[in-house]
Structure formats: structure tokens, C-alpha cells
């Protein structure tokens, strides 16, 4: 009499293995961040992030190009401008880096689903998310500019704003200005559940935004809270949000399923800038095995309760899952 469980009959083989499957990874749920720079001619690597570009935007289409063909789900564009002041206002000029890049893509992709990043740190000369006064970034003021960057982006032709600035209130703010300015249709997706992490490191280094004094803790969340990442989550739904993030990703996965379990909007992960760096080094010292632990990474993601992954490795992943069917 056999007193265990055989679990191995269904994993005996590839067959039964994939008709067991769980979750499935698909270019579909991918959010590919792209950075565009003022210049021309210019495709430069980040240093900290191989295979991520800086892209001008007479050779934008280099890589947007790549994206459609294969199949991933939608683009997030971040803008590094020449000129920054104290207030950002290049985040919401109507020939602003970002407005131009998404009436670009628009342009040559119509079909291409375009997502803008709404922040100030990349725009402004103290690098902080919002507005300074005293040393100190004040949240209502920061709100009024921060919604006429939305507007901006909106009107540019982006198919959604993605506000990650953390202040409180954006969704408010941002879907009442939206709202007035004529965009009813234009969803939210709101970075609810930010942390203030040290895993943002090389995308600092992208988009020269890292900030000038003290650090973001003001605004960003303590990693080591899970449930005020649920009150954030449950005021920015109150809001009027259209889909949640939580971000960082892998050193998140609790976070993730908590805001599944308890929120019936879709949920985006951001698998972030150092959790890629972190793979890209180790694989290149012949370390680890990129495909394996890339594809492990965002399959985890799903079954830890995303809809959405963005991710620098979704061309790769891509290209991987296609080799698999
Ligand atoms: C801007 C912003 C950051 C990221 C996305 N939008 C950095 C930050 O808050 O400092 C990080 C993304 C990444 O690390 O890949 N607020």
C-alpha cells in the first residue's frame, strides 16, 4: 500500500508539463520603457542597462520599429530634455522631448499603444519629482504641474498617463484635469505603490534624474511597509485610477499579490532598471543563464498576480517565447 503522493506523473514530459501550466508569459502583458533624447543622430547606450538605448528622435523609430514587430503589448516613454529648471517646465511644453516622441510614434504606429511616464525628476534641476520650496517638495503646487503635463501628453496623442511622482493626490488631479481638457477616454495607470528603492539606481543614470539634495523618501514608500502600500493603493482606486503598479518588482512579489487579492483593477509590475543591471552583469560573466532567469523573473511576476510586466528585457523575452512555440 503506497502511502505518498506521485506529483512526477505530471511532469513526466514537455507534453503533459505545458497542459499543467499555470501561467503563461505572452509579449502581450509587456510594457517596453524607451528613452528619448533631444540631439539627432544619436543612439547611445546606458552604461548601467546594456542593450537599453538613448535615442534622438530622428532615430526613434530604430527601435519602436522592433517593438511592433514583435508583438509587445505597449511602450512607456521617458524623456531626458537638455534644459531643466527649477519647476520642470520642459515636462509639459507642448514641443516638449516626450510630447514630441509620442506624437512620433503615434504618427508612424497609430496602432502601437503609447504610454507616458508623468514625472518632474527628469525635468527639473533639483531632480526631485515635484516642486521645491525651502528644501522641501511641496505636494499641491507639484499637482498643478504635474496635471498640465498630463494634458500635455494627452494632448500629444498618448494613449495613457502613467503618473510616477508619488504625490498625493495625482489621480485626482490628473483625472480631473483630463476630464476638463477633453480626455474622458484617456486611462490611468498610477504608480499607487512606489518604494523608495535603491533598486532605481541605473535608471537615474538614463534619465540624469537623481536627486540633487537629500533623497526621495518623502514621497516614495518605506520598503519595509505592506500595509500602507494597501492604502495607497485603495485611495488611488477611490481616485478614479484604471490600473495599479506596484515597482519595484522582484523584491515586491508580496506586495503584488496582496493588491491582486485585494484589488479587482488590473496590476502592472515594474520589473526595474536595477533588477535588469543586476541579471545583465551576472550573465555576462558567464554567471547565471540570462534566458532561464529572465523568463523564471517574469513568469514569477504573473503568478505572483501581475497582468502587466514592464520590463528593458521584454525584446529578449519576446524573441524567446517566440523560439518556443
Ligand atoms: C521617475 C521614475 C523612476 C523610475 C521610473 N520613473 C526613478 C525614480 O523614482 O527615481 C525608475 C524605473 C527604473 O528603475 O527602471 N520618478
Known amino acids: 500500500m503506497q502511502s505518498f503522493k506521485r506529483h512526477r506523473r505530471l511532469r513526466q514530459n514537455s507534453a503533459i508539463r505545458r497542459m499543467v501550466r499555470e501561467n503563461h508569459v505572452s509579449p502581450a502583458d509587456f510594457i517596453y520603457p524607451i528613452f528619448a533624447v533631444e540631439g539627432s543622430g544619436i543612439k547611445e547606450e546606458v552604461p548601467s542597462m546594456p542593450g537599453v538605448f538613448h535615442y ?17 503589448g505597449s511602450i512607456i516613454l521617458f524623456g531626458v530634455p537638455e534644459e531643466k529648471d527649477a519647476c520642470g517646465s520642459s515636462a509639459y511644453a507642448e514641443d516638449g522631448i516626450v510630447q514630441q516622441a509620442i506624437r512620433q510614434v503615434k504618427e508612424r504606429h497609430p496602432d502601437l499603444y503609447v504610454m507616458a511616464d508623468t514625472c518632474l525628476c527628469q525635468f527639473t534641476d533639483h531632480g526631485h519629482c515635484g516642486v521645491v520650496e525651502n528644501g522641501e517638495i511641496v505636494n499641491d503646487e507639484s499637482l498643478r504641474i504635474l496635471a498640465q503635463t498630463a494634458v500635455s501628453q494627452a494632448k500629444a496623442g498618448a494613449d ?15 483625472r480631473q484635469a483630463l476630464d476638463e481638457a477633453g480626455f474622458v ?9 512606489k518604494y523608495a528603492s535603491a533598486f532605481y539606481g541605473p535608471f537615474r543614470d538614463a534619465a540624469h534624474s537623481s536627486p540633487q539634495f537629500g533623497d526621495r523618501r518623502t514621497y516614495q514608500m518605506d520598503p519595509a511597509n505592506a500595509r500602507e502600500a494597501l492604502r495607497e493603493a485603495s485611495s488611488d482606486v477611490d481616485e478614479g485610477a484604471d490600473m495599479l503598479m506596484v515597482k519595484p518588482g522582484l523584491a515586491y512579489m508580496d506586495i503584488i499579490r496582496q493588491v491582486r487579492d485585494r484589488f479587482d483593477l488590473p496590476v502592472a509590475a515594474y520589473n526595474v532598471s536595477g533588477e535588469y543591471a543586476m541579471v545583465k552583469a551576472a550573465a555576462e560573466r558567464g554567471w547565471i543563464d540570462e534566458r532561464g532567469v529572465v523568463l523564471e523573473m517574469l513568469t514569477g511576476m504573473k503568478r505572483a498576480g501581475a497582468d502587466l510586466i514592464l520590463t528593458y528585457h521584454a525584446k529578449d523575452a519576446a524573441r524567446w517565447l517566440a523560439e518556443d512555440v
Open 160 to 174: 495613457m498617463i502613467a503618473p510616477s511622482n508619488m504625490m498625493d493626490g495625482f489621480v485626482t488631479a490628473f
Open 185 to 193: 477616454h484617456v486611462p490611468i495607470l498610477s504608480y499607487a505603490i
Open 56 to 72: 534622438s528622435l530622428d532615430r526613434l523609430h530604430e527601435e519602436v520599429d522592433q517593438v511592433a514587430e514583435l508583438g509587445i
